[in-house]
């Protein structure tokens, strides 16, 4: 590997990292959003959805679709217009739901026990 | 003097008779204790009565001139409540029901009835609404006129809107000329019972003794008649505090049981017709079970046509563990019924149809146009005008004004009459797939309490299930509403029993959760049924004085805090508001929240006598605190748990 190659590779490394941090600062951003937008008081603090609106994690819609579903939600949720909720806001928030950890899966949890177990 | 000898007569009389009331008593028993053991007659007077009447036989003329009633009238109206079978009155003590209430201790001896003590008449009602439900029979609550009576008005209505029975007594004192100056005419009325008028059955001011007994039997039953309610007499105090004129003339009313109407026979061998020939029937069921039997009847019902049930939950009608259960598809039924069977459904048109909390409200039907509606209520039979628990209007092809458990025998064995060979064999069809619906829908819901297992806040999944966890292999009951957790109970829970859940407010009154908690838990005290309560923290503050009542009746009640900090339904209301309105998009936690500072439930309820720890916001230490509470409640003794959850 030359000099050159080098340096780039610890650029791109640099970059990379940079690139984390920035991720990671934005899903906070997001998260404090989630809350204080009051996202949280229909879908849950992660996500994880109950009777006021569904989950929004796994699966999370792409950053596209589920900008425009806030927007011009076609059911019973509130829309949140641009006036209330900036398009970077809208990306925070979508970052933070991204950046959640997977919830362990049912048949992992002892106290989910199959039906007539 | 004549007089004068009389009046000594009198008093050594009335000696003689307390000394013969103090006799019967055994050793380290009271006279008040000892008198609870002697039996009451359903029409003639009690033996102390007539022991105090013909030992004393005491003039009213003796005991004007000595300051002393010896026959008071309220002994008399505490030997209707020992005839009308009610074994509690829950009180809040009161000047105007003060003769009732000395009766119901030293003529009644504190037994069948017992008084709760309670702290508020709102808390006295809830609980005599939880105890109806939980007992299947009504107690009473007695409160003051005027102010005792507004503040019991929110749970008579939430025991109204419930089709719930119960006894309200209100003092008054209907005689202007014997009231005292300046408290006693602010709390008398001229028509006390028109505060609640709307919401109670039946109600009567009584200006007799023999009138009291007769008003408060036909009350009791009309309590007790499909549809059930709260029904109201008042309690005169001039009734209560004078002499009885004359004990062997009064006459109590047997207490009789009325029997519920069942549907006509023709109209159901028409549902049942309707029924078996559906391709797609569904049954909606709300208040339609009263009992075990009644679920059982449902069961039956169900299996016969093999059709789903969506339960709308204002009582335990259905088992979760039934694969006819099918409760979370109901639009997904509902859209697609031929035949829908309405049991006790208290909103049809909701059933049917569905409003928007959109701009315009628009809505919009949820059932194909040719759908047909069986509905089968004894709410045909009952309406007021004035609040709107009867809904929108909606025409069902078929209305049966009757009860539905009552009609269910005959409805099964007409389904049974119409069911041909080729329409057993339609319906014999439906058994699998709606097995495997049903496994789906299990699957789906323990899918979905796994989302966010590990929060913190505590998700209301796992609060659910950390309570199941340790109450599965007890004898217990859920005695708070499902909704404010998802119905995770209902969802994930093995509920199989009639008293293992009791419903909702009915009015969706908050203040209703502690008290009527309370009150089912005092009706499984005694009976190895562990009561279960998840209490929202913000229903818990309007009546938060119930857990004192807890302690020192020394009722075993289990509550788990379901701490979301807020009023929550109203946050999601005030952030539609300012979204809506294009406004501070963060305003919403303005009056919605329960902050600065949080509640110290547990130190509330420790302040009350109640056992407590808390707040517990780490899911990992849940499950252990709900040991040790579950472990006090096992005692005998109530106990509380400060749980910290998400909203929902």
């Known amino acids: 590997m030359n000099f050159l190659q080098k340096t780039s590779s610890v650029l791109l490394l640099l970059i990379g990292a940079a690139a ?19 996202c949280y008081l229909c879908h849950g603090t992660v996500g994880q959805g109950g009777i006021a609106g569904p989950h929004l994690v796994p699966d999370t819609l792409p950053v596209d679709a589920f900008s425009a579903y806030v927007r011009t939600p076609a059911r019973e949720m509130p829309p949140f217009s641009e006036k209330i909720l900036s398009g970077a806001e809208l990306h925070a928030i979508h970052a933070y739901l991204i950046s959640l950890p997977k919830s362990p899966a049912a048949d992992s949890i002892k106290l989910l ?4 177990k | 003097m004549e007089t004068n000898n009389s009046g000594r007569r009198g008093f050594l009389k009335g000696a003689l008779a307390a000394s013969a009331a103090t006799m019967v008593a055994a050793p380290g028993e009271s006279a008040a204790q000892a008198a609870a053991k002697v039996p009451a007659s359903a029409s ?15 003039s009213a003329h003796d005991d004007e001139l000595t300051g002393h009633v010896h026959n008071p009238g309220s002994d008399f109206m505490v030997d209707v409540f020992k005839a009308a079978k009610i074994d509690y009155v829950a009180v809040m003590t009161a000047s105007s029901n003060r003769g009732l209430q000395e009766s119901i201790v030293n003529y009644g001896g504190n037994k069948a009835p017992e008084m709760i003590v309670c702290c508020h008449e709102e808390a006295a009602a809830g609980f005599a609404h939880g105890y109806a439900k939980m007992a299947g029979k009504p107690m009473a609550c007695m409160v003051h006129a005027n102010v005792g009576l507004q503040h019991a008005s929110m749970a008579i209505y939430n025991a109204w809107c419930d089709r719930v029975p119960m006894m309200v007594i209100a003092g008054n004192t209907a005689d202007a000329t014997k009231r005292r100056p300046g408290v006693e005419w602010m709390h008398t009325a001229v028509d006390q019972a028109v505060m609640v008028r709307d919401f109670v059955k039946f109600d009567d001011a009584p200006a007799s003794l023999q009138h009291y007994a007769e008003s408060f039997m036909r009350a009791r039953s009309i309590a007790t008649t499909p549809p059930m309610e709260p029904v109201l007499i008042v309690a005169d105090g001039e009734l209560q505090e004078s002499p009885i004129e004359d004990r062997q003339a009064l006459r109590i009313p047997k207490r009789v049981d009325v029997s519920p109407p069942e549907g006509d026979a023709r109209a159901v061998a028409q549902a049942a017709e309707m029924l078996a020939g559906a391709k797609n029937p569904v049954i909606v069921v709300d208040r339609a079970a ?19 049930v969506i339960d709308l939950h204002a009582r335990m009608n259905f ?20 035949v829908i069977l309405a049991l006790e459904v208290d909103d049809l048109w909701a059933v049917a149809n569905t409003v928007s909390d959109t701009p315009g409200r628009p809505s919009k039907g949820l059932v194909k146009p040719d759908a047909r509606i069986v509905s089968i ?11 709107g628990d009867l809904q929108r209007y909606q025409a069902a092809d078929l209305p049966i004004a009757a009860d539905a458990q009552a009609t269910l025998p005959s409805l099964i064995e007409a389904i049974a009459h119409a069911t041909s060979a080729a329409r057993g064999s339609v319906i014999a069809a439906r058994k699998q797939p709606m097995q495997a619906a049903f496994a789906a829908m299990r699957a789906a819901a323990r899918n979905s309490a796994a989302l966010g297992w590990d929060a913190s806040p505590i998700s209301t999944a796992r609060l659910c299930q950390e309570i199941w966890a340790q109450i599965r292999n007890e004898k217990w009951a859920l005695v708070s509403q499902p909704q404010f957790e998802s119905f995770w109970a209902h969802r994930l829970w093995d509920i199989t029993e009639y008293q293992q859940f009791i419903g909702h407010a009915g009015g969706y009154g908050i203040g209703y959760g502690l008290p009527a908690a309370a009150g089912a838990a005092l009706a499984c005290k005694g009976t190895g049924r562990i009561p279960v309560n998840i209490q929202p923290d913000g229903d818990f503050l309007m009546v938060p004085s119930v857990l004192w009542t807890l302690a020192h009746h020394e009722i075993p009640l289990l ?18 508001m ?5 406004r501070d998009p963060e305003s919403w936690r303005h009056g919605t929240l329960i902050e600065a500072p949080y509640v110290d439930y547990a130190l509330v309820a420790k302040g009350m006598g109640v056992w407590a720890e808390g707040p517990i916001s780490d899911p990992a230490l849940l499950g252990p605190a709900i040991g040790r509470a579950l472990a006090v409640v096992k005692r005998g003794l109530p106990a509380l748990l400060d749980v910290v959850t998400q909203p929902r």
């Open chain 1, 20 to 38: 984390t941090a920035a991720q990671a600062d934005e899903a906070k951003q997001g998260h404090e959003l989630f809350l204080k937008r009051g």
């Open chain 2, 377 to 387: 209520s004894a709410n045909y039979l009952y309406a007021k005008s004035n609040f």
């Open chain 2, 44 to 58: 003639g007077p009690s033996s102390r009565t007539v022991a105090a009447e013909t030992m004393g036989s005491h």
């Open chain 1, 113 to 116: 026990p199959k039906p007539g």
């Open chain 2, 559 to 576: 509550t788990i805090m379901h701490n979301n900090r807020a009023w929550h339904q109203e946050t999601m209301h005030l952030v539609r």
């Open chain 2, 578 to 582: 300012s979204s809506r309105r294009e």
């Open chain 2, 290 to 308: 009263r009992s075990q039997e009644g679920v059982e009847l449902l069961v039956k019902l169900a299996e016969a046509l093999n059709a789903p």
């Open chain 2, 319 to 338: 088992p979760t563990t039934h694969y006819l259960n099918q409760s979370s598809l109901r639009r997904k039924y509902i859209g697609a019924a031929d």
